[in-house]
C-alpha cells in the first residue's frame, strides 16, 4: 500500500486533497522518474541528502523512483536509459554540473521525449545559465522537494503550459523563452517535520558503507548523514548557501526520530551531523546531544561539516563529547584576522584558539580548513595563516586555494576586477582540491606558483610530523580501497597518480 500524504500540517498549495491511495502505473513514463547524482571529484563520498529527500516524497505519492549515483558507479548511463523515466531529475555542484550536462544530452539523443530537470547548488545560483543548456528543460532553484513532486503530478497528468506556470520555483522554456515562476517560501519547521525520511533503500547501502568519507576520520563501519536544520545566517562571502540565510530547524523529538530509525532499519554505527552551523542555535543543540546520550545509543558522532569555533564552549563538547563525538571539524578559514574581515567570516581567532586546544584537551579528535588566494590577501598574510594553524595541534587540516563559487559575493568581486584565471573559465575545476590544485583566483598580490608551494610546503610540514604520519597512511591506504572498490583506480593508474602528486 502507498503511503498517503496528509494535508493537515501543510501549508505550500501542493498538498490538495489527493485521493486515499495511488497505484503505481509503471507503464506511464511519467509515473517514473530517475534522480542522478553526478560524480564530485574532491575524494569525498556521501549520499545526497537533497536527491534522497526528494525520492522519498515522490515514493510517497506512488512514483516509482530510482536513484542514479556516479559516485557509486561512474558508468551510469546505460542504466538510466533502460529505466526508461518520463522525467529525470539531476542534482549538481558547479564541479559537477559538465557532467549532469552530459548525461543529459545522453538521455535526450535516445529519448528526447523525456524531461530533464536540473536542481542543487549550482543551479539554484545560476538558474539561466543552467536552463539554456539545449538538453535541460527545467531548473528547480532551491529546495527540491516540493517542486519536483508538483511538476511531476503536473506531467503524469498532462498538463499543458499553464499548468507548468503554477509549480513553484521553476524556470521552464516556451518556445525557446525562459519563464521564472513564483519563487516558494522556505519549508519551515514544521514541514521539516513532516518530510519523510531520506530514501537511503534506494542505494547500494554495501557500497555506501564502504565509501563514505568526509574528511580524514572514521570510527564506525557504517556511516551515514544527517541533517537536523536548514539554511545559516553567517554571512561568509565565499559561500554559495543552497538553503538560504533562514534558519529552520527540525525538532528535537523528530530528529531522535530519525536516529532510532537509522539504527534500526540500516543497523547504522555512526552519524555525520551535515548542518551548516549546528550550533547556532545552542539550547536546541544540546538538547539534540544529551538527548542521544540519555537514549545511550551504540554510535559515534562525527561533525564532518564543521562548526563555528567561536560559538562553542566545554558545555558544549562535553554534551557532544557524551553522546558519542569523537571529532570535531572547525570552519576557521584562515589565520589572519585581516583575511578573516575580508571574508566577512567574523570569527575571533583568539576564541577559536583556545577552543581548539580545549577540544584536544577533552580528547577529541579536531580539523579545521584553510583557504588560501582571498582577495586583499598578502604574502605576510598567507605566512601568519599557516604559522596560526600549524601551531593549534589539529589532527587534521585542509588548505585549499580559493574557489569563487558563481553567483556569491566573491565571485562578482572577482569578475568585477579581473581575478579569474583560465582555469576559473572550467566549471570542471570548482572543487577544493588537495594535491596540485588549480589556482582560479590571482589578484596579482601573490603569484601562482607561490600560492602552489605554500600550499604544498603546509602539507609537507603537517602530515609528515611524526605525530600524524602513521595515520595519515592509514587514511591513504583506505581511500586508495575504497578506489579500488568504486574500480575508478586500477594498479597501472595507480603509480602514474601517485608520482605525479609527489612531483609536480
Known amino acids: 500500500m502507498t503511503p498517503v500524504i496528509e494535508s493537515k500540517n501543510f501549508s505550500l498549495p ?39 529527500y526528494i525520492a522519498a516524497v515522490l515514493e510517497r505519492d506512488g512514483f516509482y523512483v530510482k536513484i ?6 561512474a558508468d551510469v548511463l546505460n542504466e538510466i536509459l533502460a529505466f526508461n523515466a518520463g522525467l529525470v531529475g539531476i542534482t549538481a555542484v558547479t564541479a559537477s554540473i559538465n557532467r549532469a550536462f552530459r548525461l543529459a544530452e545522453g538521455i ?27 538538453f535541460v528543460d527545467f531548473v528547480v532553484k532551491g529546495e527540491g522537494e516540493y517542486p519536483m513532486l508538483h511538476l511531476s503530478r ?27 515562476n513564483k519563487e516558494d517560501e522556505d519549508l519551515n519547521n514544521a514541514i521539516l517535520d513532516e518530510l519523510p525520511y531520506p530514501a537511503f533503500h534506494l542505494l547500494d547501502l554495501d557500497y555506501a558503507f564502504k565509501s563514505v568519507s568526509h574528511g580524514l576520520f572514521n570510527k564506525g563501519k557504517r556511516v551515514l548523514p544527517l541533517m537536523t536544520a536548514r539554511g545559516c545566517p553567517q554571512t561568509c562571502t565565499f559561500c554559495c548557501r543552497l538553503m538560504g540565510f533562514h534558519l529552520r530547524e527540525r525538532s528535537v523529538q523528530n530528529v531522535m526520530k530519525e536516529i532510532h530509525f537509522l539504527i534500526n532499519t540500516y543497523q547504522i554505527d555512526e552519524i555525520y551531523f551535515e548542518d551548516d552551523d549546528f550550533t547556532n542555535n545552542r539550547e536546541r543543540a544540546l538538547e539534540i546531544m544529551r538527548a542521544i546520550r540519555d537514549a545511550k545509543l551504540p554510535i559515534s558522532v562525527k561533525f564532518a561539516n564543521g562548526l563555528r569555533a567561536d560559538n562553542i564552549d566545554e558545555e558544549m563538547m562535553v554534551a557532544i563529547k557524551e553522546a558519542g563525538g569523537y571529532w570535531l571539524g572547525f570552519g576557521i578559514e584562515s589565520g589572519s584576522q585581516k583575511v578573516l574581515e575580508i571574508m566577512k567570516k567574523n570569527l575571533d ?71 579569474l584565471t583560465q582555469y576559473a573559465d572550467n566549471y570542471d575545476n570548482y572543487y577544493f582540491k588537495i594535491f596540485n590544485p588549480k589556482i582560479l583566483v590571482l589578484t596579482g598580490e601573490v603569484p601562482e606558483q607561490e600560492i602552489r608551494w605554500f600550499i604544498k610546503m603546509f602539507y609537507l610540514k603537517f602530515y609528515f610530523h611524526p605525530k600524524r604520519v602513521f595515520r595519515v597512511a592509514r587514511f591513504a591506504l583506505n581511500k586508495i580501497k575504497g578506489l579500488f572498490i568504486r574500480r575508478e583506480l586500477t594498479l597501472n593508474r595507480l603509480l602514474p597518480q601517485l608520482r605525479k602528486a609527489v612531483m609536480e
Request: overall charge neutral; glycine content about 10%.
Open 14 to 52: 501542493y498538498f490538495e486533497s489527493y485521493e486515499n491511495s495511488i497505484s503505481v502505473d509503471r507503464d506511464n513514463r511519467f509515473n517514473r522518474i530517475a534522480l542522478i547524482q553526478p560524480e564530485i571529484p574532491d575524494g569525498n563520498y556521501l549520499p545526497s541528502l537533497g536527491l534522497l
Open 68 to 73: 542514479f549515483d556516479q559516485g557509486q558507479k
Open 108 to 134: 535526450k539523443a535516445v529519448y528526447p521525449e523525456t524531461q530533464v530537470v536540473i536542481g542543487g547548488s549550482h543551479a539554484t545560483g545560476s538558474p539561466y545559465e543552467t536552463i539554456e543548456n539545449p
Open 154 to 180: 503536473t506531467l503524469r497528468q498532462g498538463r499543458k503550459t499553464e499548468d507548468i506556470s503554477q509549480v513553484g520555483s521553476l524556470f521552464h522554456k516556451v518556445n525557446g523563452t525562459v519563464k521564472k
Open 349 to 419: 581567532l583568539d576564541i577559536a584558539k583556545k577552543n581548539v586546544a580545549l577540544a584536544k584537551s577533552l580528547g577529541f579528535f579536531v580539523g579545521a580548513n584553510c583557504i588560501m588566494g582571498y582577495p586583499g590577501e598578502t604574502r605576510e598574510d598567507m605566512k601568519q595563516s599557516i604559522d596560526f594553524f600549524q601551531k593549534l595541534g589539529l589532527d587534521s587540516c585542509a588548505i585549499v586555494g580559493l574557489v569563487p563559487f558563481p553567483k556569491t559575493a566573491l565571485h562578482g568581486l572577482c569578475k568585477q576586477n579581473g581575478y
